[in-house]
């Protein structure tokens, strides 16, 4: 994929899986949240259960569903 150095991802099909520091990707997640009203530290809290859950291969509870979230809660 152009832009993305080949030590970020594996390019699998149709998917890249990336390499992301989990603490960024709580940042990143914690604003998704915020930006549609969610308070905070339900926010962080919400951030963390999905970033935990991607550490542990639990891909359908981890980031992935994130903009589902984000979208029944706007």
């Keep these: 994929t152009a832009g993305i150095p080949p030590e970020a ?7 890249q899986k990336m390499i992301i520091n989990p603490a960024e990707w ?14 905070e530290e339900d926010a962080r809290t919400a951030a963390e259960a999905a970033v935990n859950a991607d550490i542990r291969g639990v891909a359908s ?12 809660r706007s």
């Design 9 to 15: 991802g594996v390019n699998e099909g149709r998917f």
């Design 26 to 39: 709580r940042e990143i997640c914690t604003k998704l949240f915020t930006t549609v009203g969610v308070p």
């Design 61 to 72: 509870h981890g980031t992935a569903r994130l903009l589902v979230y984000r979208e029944r």
